[in-house]
């Protein structure tokens, strides 16, 4: 069933919508720091909702019921835990940095601890691993709207590709972080509606998709596998590699990632930036909860229907759209599209955002003798805007010929080829005083390498002659604790930091003065 005039008036008026909020924007950036951090006129609630929107994309509505449908409750709920145990940490340790430095971008820090090269091994891993991600999750957006459309999928990344730059251009980050909110709202009532018409179409109701589950082995049943207590980096869903990986993949994401960085940036101090991370915890579990329900019932739907005959073989992240499309009246398709297109445009926005705000500060204004007028930076600003839109959507096209099965372990893959070396860095810088550029520069290039060997050569072939490849979130691990060793070992060989590369920039290294001015300010 392809779209009518009725869906497409839906989602056009939706995309309008979005526009003329976004144009409201328009004339109040003045200078590149209003376009980039607002100003610091964002209040916690608009800042943590935008974070909690950018990080739900296509890639979670699409890849989390078919992860469900593949795995059933494998692994549920450890992304939780894990996060709430990195909370802490980034209010404590990052967030205190960040938001007493006077930045724009958080790799300004790596500078001030290390050295320019080290910024700038920093600023350049950020940037291949945010584009890489942006261009899986436009893939996504795109594979998740053909079957309702008929437009084929490299137009269909084009499209939404250039809608995202027009956001993002038309009014900087004050503009992509309220719009972040409407779409966080529209996904959420786009979420609730599927889970009523999947619950509405099984007989039954919850107890018969739970019957269905079990039956079939999807329930917690994966708890008494000794194999998924181990250790067995070949093992997909062992617990404690989980864990361990996610809660280093939560500092990364919440930590020292640009893109939420950047709203606490764009809050007023520290304490609205720890009240902004806790709206991002805690937002993210209904969101779990609705897609775990989504994917039971799903299978359910699928497994009592025979609808699995419809559906290309392994596609399992067809799964939503060929529902959507056999059972979604005309005029509410549209509106699940529209929540699927708030979940790319909410990540895609803000991440060709992050991509200007980068690589102006680090790249164009780090080397520039002469200051930007305030009309010249702006424009700067949206130009890198355009420029990483047209990256990011071939960045797509390549992932789509490449045609990997699961996107939410993709996307996993990606962030974690680059930034366990970035996290791995900060660590460095805020914990370990006796770390010195040098180590910090050879500990961040060894621990890259590392998580692309394991994410691309470390496979194993199991007995029935597949090829094995290791847990999606062993490479993040390994790239942290590459870089730290390495980093702590290498630094010997070298002088240690200078006074004025600790005083300030170092958790051991605070004045009275600064340690109560940074604690007054994460924890009031």
């Not at 976004?22 to 376009?35: D, I, R, V």
């Not at 320019?116 to 709207?145: D, K, N, Q, T």
């Amino acid at each position: 069933m392809g779209f009518n005039w009725l869906d497409y008036l839906v989602l056009f008026v939706y995309l309008a919508g979005l526009m003329l909020v976004a144009t409201k924007f328009l004339h109040e950036q003045h200078n590149s720091k209003e376009f980039f951090v607002a100003g610091n006129s964002i209040p916690w609630w608009g800042a943590g909702m935008s974070i909690l929107a950018t990080l739900v994309s296509t890639v979670s509505i699409l890849g989390g019921p078919a992860d469900f449908f593949r795995y059933g409750f494998e692994g549920f709920g450890i992304w939780y835990l894990a996060t709430f145990l990195a909370a802490p940490v980034i209010i404590f340790v990052f967030i205190r940095f960040f938001l007493n430095l006077g930045i724009v971008s958080a790799y300004e820090y790596l500078e001030k601890r290390f050295s320019l090269g080290i910024r700038l091994i920093g600023s350049s891993f950020f940037l291949l691993m945010r584009a890489l991600y942006i261009g899986v999750v436009i893939y996504a957006s795109a594979i998740a709207l053909g079957p309702f459309t008929g437009i084929p999928v490299m137009w269909l990344m084009v499209i939404v590709g250039v809608c995202s730059a027009l956001y993002a251009v038309t009014g900087g980050i004050k503009a992509v972080i309220w719009t972040d909110v409407i779409q966080l709202v529209v996904v959420y009532l786009g979420i609730a509606y599927l889970l009523v018409m999947v619950f509405n179409r099984i007989e039954g109701g919850f107890p018969e998709m739970w019957r269905i589950a079990t039956e079939r082995g999807h329930d917690f049943s994966y708890l008494k596998s000794a194999e998924n207590w181990g250790l067995s980096p070949f093992v997909p869903n062992a617990f404690f590699l989980l864990l361990v990986g996610m809660f280093f993949n939560a500092l990364a994401q919440k930590g020292t990632d640009q893109m939420t960085v950047q709203r606490y940036l764009s809050t007023r101090n520290a304490r609205e930036s720890a009240k902004a991370l806790l709206v991002d915890v805690f937002g993210a579990i209904p969101i779990g909860f609705l897609m775990m329900a989504v994917g039971l019932g799903l299978f359910a739907w699928y497994h009592t229907t025979g609808g699995l005959e419809h559906l290309a073989e392994n596609n399992y992240n067809g799964l939503l759209p060929e529902f959507v499309a056999r059972e979604f009246p005309h005029g509410f398709a549209g509106l699940f599209a529209a929540a699927l297109m708030a979940a790319v445009i909410s990540t895609v926005d803000s991440g060709m955002n992050c991509l200007a705000t980068v690589t102006m500060t680090d790249f164009q204004l780090r080397f520039r003798k002469s200051p930007l007028s305030d009309a010249g930076s702006i424009f700067y600003a949206r130009l890198w805007t355009v420029v990483w839109a047209a990256l990011c959507i071939g960045l797509a096209f390549f992932i789509y010929v490449s045609a990997y099965d699961n996107i939410a372990r993709v996307s996993g893959q990606v962030i974690g080829l680059f930034s366990g070396s970035i996290l791995g860095i900060f660590l460095l810088g805020m914990l370990v005083p006796r770390v010195n550029a040098p180590g910090a520069g050879i500990g961040a290039v060894a621990g890259g390498a590392v998580a692309i060997w394991a994410n691309y050569f470390w496979v194993r072939q199991a007995p029935d002659g597949n090829i094995l490849h290791v847990c999606y979130m062993v490479p993040i691990t390994l790239g942290v604790l590459t870089t730290l060793g390495v980093g702590v070992l290498t630094s010997f060989c070298f002088a240690p930091p200078r006074r004025e590369q600790l005083r300030g920039l170092n958790i051991w290294h605070l004045t009275e003065r600064e340690r109560n001015l940074t604690d007054r300010k994460a924890e009031q």
